[in-house]
Structures are given as C-alpha cells and as structure tokens.
C-alpha cells in the first residue's frame, strides 16, 4: 500500500462543485475535477485490507486496492490497467453508480469510507486525456455474428465483450443514439452526453456495428434475427413504468418520470420530438417517488425554472445511519441527499397519494394524500404493511406530476413475443439460473430485462457474464 497511515492522516474530501445557483443555470456536468493532491490525498486513505470487502462490494469484482495504490503512486497507466481488467466502462459508473463498494469498504466501519467512486472516475479520465484509451481490435474473428438488442449498460458490456472474444456483433437500437438511458433517461448534468459518444464511437472502431432508429420486432424482424445471427442477445432493459392507479390519473399534467426526463434530454441535445412539450417552467411541480429517477427529475425541473418542487414517497424516512436492517458490508439504506435536493426540494416521507385534482378543462391542480404509519416485521425488522393515519389528510398543489416509482418488467410486447420467450412471474425474461439462456436455444438475456430494475453496475456486470456464456454456447 502506498501510505500505510493514510487513513489515520486524511479525511474523506470530495471535489468541489459549481454554486447551486449557478448550475441550475445549465445542463453541464458541476463537479470541478480533483487536484492531484486531493487524489493522492484520498487514494491514500485506502488500507489496503487484508480481506477487500470493497471487491466483494462490487458487482463487477474491482480491484479497488490495487487500482488506489497506483493512484498514490500515480502510476496511472498501472491505475488504468488494473481497473478497465473488470470494468469495461468506468465513465459510466464513475459518475452515476451508488457506490456498493463505498458501502463495504472496511474503513467505513468507524470513518467515512475511501471515495473509491470518484478515484474510479479520475482514473478513466486522466487515461483519455494521455491516449491511454485507444480501440482494442480482436485478435481474430471467429465468423460468428452476435445481435444484441438494447445499447443501454448491459447491452454495451456484452457487445463489447463479444467483440473482443473475437465475434462480429451488431447492436440495436430503438432510439437515434446509442446508451439507452444513459443517453435518454439520466440527465446531462450527472453525465454528459458527450461522454457516452466518447464510448460510442471507440467501440465502433473496435468493429461493433450500431443500427439506430431500428425497432427490433417491427423495423427488423424476429426472422431475420434468426437467419442472420448466431446467437440473439435481449438487452432491452426493464422499461415498463410502475402507475399509480388512483382517481383523475387521466389529468393533464401527469407524466412518467422517463416520458420527461427523455424529452428533456433530447431538447438539451436539439433532438427533434413528436411529444406534448413537457416544460416545468412557471409551474409546481410533484415529484412522487424517492428514488435517482426522482432525483433527476427534481434537477431538471429546477433548471426549466419550477417555482416549486415537492417530493413525496411512501416509505417512511430512512435512518441516517446503518441500523440493525442493514449492518456493515451490506449495502446501507441510509437517507440520501442529492446534489438535485440540494438546489431546490421540499421532502416529505411516509406518505400515500390519495387522488389527483383537477380542473374541468382536465388539467391537474393537485394531490390529496394522508400520511402513514408503518410497522415492521418482527422477524426481519423491515416494514411491511402500513396504516393510513386518521385526520392528516393534506393537499399539495401542483401543475405537473411526474410517477417516478421504479420499472416494472421487460417490454413484452413485439421481439420477445415474437421470438417466444418465457416470461418469470414478474414479467421478466426467464432463464436457467446463472446461465442467461432463455427457452429459445441461440437466444439469451442480461440486465434489467433478465434480473428487473436494478444498478447501472449490475447490469454492465450481467451484459459480461451473458457474453461468456454466448461464446461459450458458439464455441
């Protein structure tokens, strides 16, 4: 390790960021880039554990400490080396992942843990800027050809595996640019949009192909998948918002989270769009769901220029600490404050919407809601079923509603039907356990449209285990 009392000398410390009233100003990314004595600072707070339960942490099996003791030494093509080993797109999750191994780092015991997340990120972008970073051609092609369905994490990760296995593989894609949600559905101020293209465009000079604005199942039919491929990779993610079935859901005003986060995407990029305009500006806007996609619409709608954001969720407000549901290494559930709640949000928890109001042209005016309580199972300790409480019957007021309440399942309607897959009992794509195969032999899943709505990191680490199990398959 590279200073072995780095932990005891420095505390945890994160790059600044742009003034919350200049950054609403904007889409750009806000946080300011490290100096290398901070890196260095905080590269060396890692302890080099006997037993890094900070790999463990990750899906993708990062080799956290070695990575950080090349930092220390600044050794960056080491650093560099050692992380794009498990992690084919460290761009990605070091800037939107939650950090499951910041949750398992031992120093996190008794500290706050190494800021792993970031150091990751640095790493990545300190190889870009030295050409370090440069396309890896296979060493020779086995003349099978692999379709993956979806570029979103996990379709880009076993496209990019296949690849260098030496497979010729073509992605598709619905949209008219490649990422799925990381390039529609999380904002630009936590990920620049250029940064995707970055991956993009190496990946294609790897010798992936990339078909856009191709609906798979309409533009491109199941058909023609099976005469011209190999193998079938689905990809598609979990994408079927979950609703919320209550009384003048019909009004206008009421959008899917992604319905406005995908737009406004395309309005910072000059993407053309066949919608309603969705725009916050002038109005009060209702957020209901706690969750990142929550968050991203909190900060965009405060940079249209809401002149209210509330969020409500209906779980009860988490602790601020680790409790007895969640103790180290297990991922801690604790309260979150986002740098979007920190421009502009009022919070309230425990708390179930009731019925939408509006007016008699149809246009929302609000909510009703009640406040809950929650009891636990005694077993387990964790919440199971709730009361409403009597005479807290509230209304909030607002002229946009966005249902930011997670993802059901996989779309199952076009390729999956017409390739006859099975589905799980929750609408997933169903598969022999660890193998990522479905009931259709040459046909295979990964991601959030196998496993459900899950982490960015998991479903880059789904988009490689899936590959290794198609290569096997054409092998």
């Not at 780095?6 to 009233?21: I, M, Q, S």
């Not at 856009?212 to 039919?221: A, F, H, I, Q, R």
Request: glycine residues 8%.
């Amino acid at each position: 390790m590279g200073k072995t009392d780095g932990f005891l000398l420095y505390k945890r410390e994160l790059p600044t960021k742009d003034a919350v009233a200049d950054r609403v100003q904007h889409y750009k990314e806000f946080q300011h880039l490290p100096s290398s004595e901070l890196l260095n600072k905080q590269a060396a707070r890692c302890m080099n554990c006997g037993i890094p339960f900070c790999m463990s942490g990750c899906p993708l099996g990062n080799v956290i400490p070695e990575f950080n003791d090349a930092v220390y030494k600044e050794e960056w093509k080491k650093a560099y080396d050692i992380l794009s080993t498990t992690n084919p797109f460290p761009e990605f999750t070091g800037r939107i992942c939650p950090a499951p191994c910041e949750g398992s780092c031992v120093l996190g015991i008794n500290e706050l843990p190494v800021t792993i997340e970031e150091i990751e990120k640095n790493i990545i972008e300190i190889a870009y800027q030295n050409g370090y970073v440069k396309p890896r051609l296979p060493l020779k092609r086995t003349g099978k050809k692999v379709a993956v369905i979806g570029s979103g994490p996990s379709g880009l990760a076993a496209a990019e595996k296949l690849n260098q296995l030496g497979h010729s593989v073509t992605v598709f894609e619905r949209e008219s640019e490649v990422g799925g949600l990381l390039r529609f559905g999380i904002p630009d101020f936590k990920l620049d949009k250029s940064v995707v293209k970055r991956r993009a465009d190496l990946m294609k000079a790897e010798g992936i192909e990339f078909k856009t604005n191709t609906l798979v199942g309409k533009d491109y039919s199941a058909e023609q998948l099976n005469r011209e491929f190999h193998a079938i990779v689905l990809a598609m993610g979990s994408t079927v918002p979950r609703n919320l079935p209550i009384p003048n859901r019909d009004a206008k005003g009421v959008y899917f989270a992604m319905e406005y986060l995908r737009q406004n995407n395309k309005k910072v990029s000059n993407i053309a769009f066949t919608e309603d305009n969705i725009d916050a500006k002038g109005k009060k806007v209702l957020v209901i769901g706690g969750g990142d996609t929550g968050s991203d619409c909190i900060g965009t709608a405060n940079r249209q220029g809401a002149t209210e954001v509330h969020q409500i969720e209906i779980m009860p407000t988490p602790p601020s600490q680790r409790d007895e549901t969640m103790p180290w290494p297990m991922y801690p559930m604790i309260l979150k404050t986002t740098t979007s709640h920190e421009e502009g949000c009022t919070r309230k928890w425990a708390i179930n919407a009731k019925e939408f109001i509006k007016d008699e042209a149809g246009n929302l005016k609000g909510l009703k809601a009640v406040e809950i309580e929650w009891s636990k199972d005694p077993v387990t300790k964790r919440y199971t079923t709730f009361t409403e409480k009597p005479g807290t019957e509230f209304t909030i007021e607002c002229d946009l509603a966005f249902l930011a309440m997670g993802f059901l399942h996989v779309e199952q309607k076009g390729i999956v039907e017409d390739l006859e897959i099975n589905l799980d009992p929750r609408g997933n794509l169903i598969g022999k356990e660890g193998e990522f195969t479905t009931n259709q032999e040459k046909v295979f899943s990964c991601g959030d449209a196998r496993r459900g709505q899950s982490l960015v990191v998991w479903a880059i680490s789904e988009g490689l285990q899936c590959a290794e199990k198609v290569d096997a398959f054409l092998s």
